[in-house]
């Protein structure tokens, strides 16, 4: 069988797979592969519960034609809103399509739904796009939070909330904890147990750790109300489930240390200390004096730190007895060593039981100020009708499972008769609770049968191996347990059930399937060459994508046969070496970070991305596009931007769709930075912070004049009383004394709307910032909008809830932008692209969480280790259970990262040390292409190495030749019309006069080739070459005479000079003075003198007929006097002529803009000048004009 013909049968065997799982009288849990078409099941699934069905009688073996269920009564939860979007879109256009459709097109998209092909049907196919309309609201197809929130505004009494309540906003949710913690840390001071449980764990962490655990803990709040309700009613109980947890006797802290110094065999170690102490070293000899000195004092004043230090190590193992003894008369004299290790012993053991009662302590001062800190918050957001996200699922989840609301679930399984979920690999606990209480009724006596007969069914589709929403609650585990729970009540009712399998994709070819399979095949021993001998393990990569009960990952088999494709892997960046430098004082002139291994890698794939665009991948498939190429990173860094900025460098429109905080944009912070000056004018540094911004525009020289000697002064008061002194003071004068008046009565967002308007400060913003300053200033209007929305438009209120609420912009990816995407590999969840780069493949994971999660007597305990120095054997386990499960997450993260493209796959990144102590994904795909047998080929992308590569050119396809047979010629018919008369004419000789010559592009017409210019790759190739420099500086001459002549002549040089000693052109002193004397001299010069006197002319236009031929062009200078016209054009990449002989093609061109300013004056000399800016010089031309 040809390669073509068995993916043929793949293609075959997952579309009879996808109708066995869109079955609409079955209940199905389908288990999808990344690119298998998921949510084709979905619409698929969707129309033919919606559709007539044939059904056949297990009694009598007829078949009947049942009825398609009602639209309404169908329920879809997607994850996200716009996977949500875009099923509703997708069903939408294909009923929409159907509406007009053939007869026989519809009936062959119906066989292939499996539907009955009857004229009921067909009528009941064009009809459903009008009953879809016609529903309140439309199709119920939503994520889970969008219907918990209609179901609380149905049910509000039943649900015990507010029936107008309004969803909070992410940065009202962190405003309302932090003053819940305000108020918590408020009132310690007048209860002396919590103030006692604060000291403890101010012993331990931080206020700003501390906030993060109570944020940690507000994010799980719904497994701890059954905890917070335990703990109001006994606090005991609390404790005694933490002393289980860690393994903590009846014994109080003060005994166990009481405990530690007095040693049951303290008569046998200070025998032993005094028969080894005249044989040890010095060393062991101090030792036991120390040893002998405390056993010498009462057990009360014993320092029990020093004395576990005598037999305890600082990693909580027993010491040595060569610390004690030598090995000599250790041997001689066995009593002794036996005496010290047994002591040693008796310490880490008492060290354990000490460290599990303070963890026991720790845990309870946590979770007792945790408590009332939770209860504040939740007090708030009752007070203002608000709940978050959180609240969403907690309450429906408890409105649905109150044996009292009966009544809910019964007029709710009224209405609903089939549930659909998709990604239910991305479900949480909570969510999997409603989604089972609301399918227990679709199973139970006569509620399994709908309206028209037919079984009511339950859809979930998802794949284990994409579960990577675990810091969001889901469980990936639990999609097994609902698979049983599900499968349990669709077979105890005695229906259908199916759980099949997908793993066909649609999205990707060949070598990028090749490349999964291979990577999650086997252990990643061998996966990288800088790990050594010594290093731990590599976890197996299949880890996380296996399911229970399973040995191997299955193998994935892609539907597009014969399409080329190709995976690469870059070898790394390698890292730069720090040189050692001589002089500690010298100062550093240079940008450490250009050269950094992140820094080239971003420059190098900007410049690569760049090329991509606009060619085919491989020969014979379409062009590339920049909205073809999707770069994905596991997480936001200092690289990401670096690489934003590299692609702008290179002219490549960029969507970065990560989420930003709003108060890291520059932009962002110079208007934060202007409210705060309105607020308070006396502060001097803000306000001279916004004097220099791009709203103030006053350069630090003109600053430092109006801050210098103001005899201490405000700023501010110097400002209001010097600024008619200045131009620039006096603009920026009056654009904040217009603001400052209107600080206290104008509302946040019409502050920053004039400031931005009216003041011109996004003009200003955007032309120091550049473009990318745009969305960030438009987020800011809209935050200010929707705190005015919720608060008093108050702009300290403003700013307060700007700066503590920690607002993250998100966005979303456009359809239609032509843009390369950047967005961490969560965010492309669900996305794909034809060409798919991972640039950060090396970066570390995540580093160890501190709070862990234990189920303990029937209620779910938060575990906080806050310290290595609190050893415990429970916390150690819990350690090793986090980190196997981040291992696992994290080869998810991978696996979804490489199923992202369809086409082209590059893998890259940089050495961050000499060795990797884990398992980074850059090893474990390099283990994946070595055991492919990649092909090794020398990498050419700037450093050494060699790449791997895999790739399958596209199947040549069989062209479509023309028959060689003659046409049969058919006549039009009349009715048509005639062709115009026109059309059977040659077309007319297109005259000269409609095609103008462009002087200044004079291989357009008839001058000649244009002399070879400087190549734009020299800028790139060589910046410091002398060609390169003198490219430069010609380009800054051209600027400097198009703009100083309208200057007056005597500020030419220093204007000049100040321009030209800007750091960005990199000129000396020296040089700049040089460069501005022949700049001035230049212009100087009597034959270009007239040129730049007043009432000359810059980039003037020159239109006009020359011997019959049109002439359009433009001269950078020209000036009309009395008698002569003098015109000047700039020649920036050129060199100065040699020995005066100018270039024919330059004659020329000036000889066509003297011909047509001949007829304009007829009676005035003509005299033509070129400057060549590179020198700088000028060549006179006259006569040959």
Known sequence: ???????????????????????????????????????????????????????????????????????????????????????????????????????????????????????????????????????????????????????????????????????MEETDSGLALANAIERTLSRASDD????????????QVGLEDYLGRIRALQGRVARLRQGFALWQQDPRAIERRYRRVFGA????????????????????????????????????????????????????????????????????????????CKAPIARDRPHLPEAFTAEGERLVALGRALAAQRLVALNLALFALAAPTLAHYAQDKTLRGLVDYDDLIASTRDLLSDPGAAWVLYKLDGGLDHLLLDEVQDTSA?????ATTLIEEFFVGEGARDMEGRPRTVFAVGDFKQSIYAFQGADPQGLFRARARFEALVTGAGQDWRTPEIGVSFRSVAPVLALVDSVFASRGADAGPSRTAGDAETPEAAEGLREPGRTHVPRHRSARPGEGGRV????????????????????????????????????????????????????????????????????????????????????????????????????????????????????????????????????????????????????????????????DWRAIWQRLSALQQRVDYATPYQILADALGRHGGRARILARLGPEAAEPMDDLLAAALRFEALHAPSMQGFLHWLEASDLTVKREAEAETDAVRIMTVHGAKGLQARLVVLPDMTGKAPGETSL?????????????????????????????EENAAARAERNRLLYVALTRASDWLVICGWESGKTRSETTWYDSCQAGFERLGAERVPFEGGWPGEMLKIETPPEQQDLVRPSAQPGVFVPVPDCFGKPPAWRALPAPHEDALTRPLAPSRPESARFGIDPPGVSPLLRHAGQNTPRAQALARGTLVHRLLQWLPDRPPQ???????????????????????????????????????????????????????????????????????????????????????????????????????????????????????????????????????
């Open 249 to 324: 006797g009846d014994a109080s802290v003060a005994d166990l240390e009481r405990a530690c110094v007095a040693s049951p065999q303290e008569a046998t170690l200070r025998a032993c200390a005094q028969e080894a102490l005249p044989l040890g070293s010095p060393t062991m000899q101090a030792a036991l004096t120390q040893m002998l000195d405390i056993l010498s004092r009462p057990v009360a004043e014993r320092d029990g730190a020093l004395w576990t230090n005598l037999f305890v190590t600082q990693t909580g193992t027993p010491r040595k007895t060569q610390a004690f």
């Open 430 to 434: 909570a969510q999997w609770e409603i």
């Open 1 to 167: 069988m040809s390669e073509r013909e068995e993916s043929g049968a793949v293609i075959a065997s997952a579309n009879e797979i996808q109708r066995q799982a869109s079955d609409p009288l079955a209940s199905v849990f389908v288990s999808a592969s990344a690119g298998s078409g998921k949510t084709k099941l979905l619409i698929d699934r969707l129309l033919r519960l919606m559709l007539p069905v044939t059904r056949s009688d297990p009694a009598t073996g007829e078949r009947h034609v049942l009825p398609g269920s009602d639209p309404a009564r169908i329920q879809c939860l997607t994850f996200t809103r716009a996977a949500a979007a875009e099923m509703a879109n997708r069903l939408q256009a294909r009923l929409g399509r159907w509406v007009s459709l053939p007869d026989t097109d519809l009936d062959r998209e119906l066989e292939s739904l499996c539907v009955p092909v009857t004229p009921e049907t067909r009528l009941a196919a064009r009809g459903l796009f009008v009953r879809v309309l016609d529903l309140p609201g439309g199709m119920k197809i939503g994520t889970i939070h969008a219907f918990c929130q209609s179901l609380l505004r149905r049910f509000p009494v039943e649900a015990a909330i507010n029936p107008h309540f309004t969803l």
């Open 192 to 203: 002396p147990a919590m103030e006692a449980r604060l000291s403890l764990l101010a012993g």
């Open 1051 to 1185: 500020a030419w040089a220093g204007l000049a000079r100040e321009w030209l000693m800007r750091p960005a052109h990199g000129f000396s002193t020296g040089e700049a003075d040089r460069l501005a004397r022949q700049i001035v001299d230049l212009l100087t010069l009597p034959a270009l003198a007239p040129l730049f006197e007043p009432g000359s002319l810059a980039e003037q236009p020159v239109t006009g007929l020359a011997e019959g031929q049109v002439v359009l062009g433009q001269v950078d200078r020209m000036r009309v006097a009395a008698d002569t016209v003098y015109f000047c054009d700039f020649k920036t990449n050129q060199s100065p002529p040699r020995g005066g002989q100018v270039p024919a093609t330059y004659r020329r061109q000036m000889a066509a803009y003297g011909a047509v300013l001949g007829q304009l004056y007829p009676e005035h000399r003509r005299v033509a000048v070129l400057v060549w800016t590179e020198g700088p010089s000028a060549t006179i031309l006259e006569g040959e004009l």
């Open 568 to 727: 690469e892997l870059w070898p790394l960046v390698p890292r730069e070496d720090r040189e050692t430098v001589d002089d500690p004082w010298a100062a550093p002139l240079g940008n450490t970070g250009q050269s950094s291994a992140p820094q080239r890698l971003a420059d190098t794939l900007a410049r690569w991305i760049a090329e991509q665009i606009g060619k085919p991948p491989q020969p014979g498939q379409a062009l590339l596009r920049a909205g073809d190429i999707l770069v994905l990173v596991p997480r936001r860094s200092a690289f990401l931007r670096a690489l934003v900025r590299a692609l702008k460098g290179q002219g490549v429109e960029v969507a970065t769709l990560v989420g930003v905080k709003l108060t890291e944009s520059l932009a962002v912070q110079d208007l934060m930075a202007l409210c705060h000056a309105l607020l308070l004018p006396q502060d001097d540094l803000t306000l001279a912070t916004v004097l220099t911004s791009p709203f103030g525009g006053i350069a630090d020289d003109s600053l430092m004049a109006l801050a210098t000697n103001r005899e201490g002064r405000p700023l501010w008061t110097v400002l209001r009383e010097r600024h008619a002194e200045r131009p």
């Open 852 to 880: 862990f999660w234990k189920r303990e007597d029937g209620v779910d305990l938060p575990v906080w280790l806050p310290s290595k120095d609190l050893p415990s054997d429970a916390g150690e386990r819990l350690k090793a």
